[in-house]
């Protein structure tokens, strides 16, 4: 039988997720208040994350990202919204993945 090698693990991130939460309300109010404090969650998490015009992306462990993504609907039903459409792409690797630092920053 033949060994399997094991994966080496990276000291960095070795998961990415991009998400974007879509509250529904009774009246359509109150939505940005609600997304404001998803973002809000993400910042007070204290992973890597950088806000866009239409997600969040995040970098870190699986577990602590779904984790994030879990509390933002919560967060969000609990704050007035009877539905979330929640969106999210995620990209996992564990040898690690590259950072939104390396994805970014010669484009800036």
């Keep these: ?38 973002i809000e969650t993400v910042k007070k998490s204290g992973v890597t994350y950088e806000v866009g015009p ?24 609990k704050n007035g919204a009877y539905q979330v459409f929640t969106n999210v792409k995620i990209l996992v690797n564990p040898k690690g993945v590259m950072t939104i630092d390396e994805k970014v920053t010669k484009h800036r």
Excluded: W
């Excluded at 991130?13 to 404001?36: L, W």
């Excluded at 239409?54 to 039903?77: C, F, H, P, S, W």
């Design 54 to 77: 239409m997600e969040t992306t995040m970098e870190g462990d699986l577990d602590t990202l779904l984790d994030i993504v879990r509390r933002a609907q919560d967060l969000a039903i």
């Design 1 to 38: 039988m033949k060994k399997i090698k094991p994966i080496p693990i990276k000291s960095g991130p070795t998961a990415s997720i991009a998400f974007q939460v879509m509250p529904r309300t009774e009246d359509n109010k109150g939505v940005i208040e609600i997304i404001d404090k998803v």
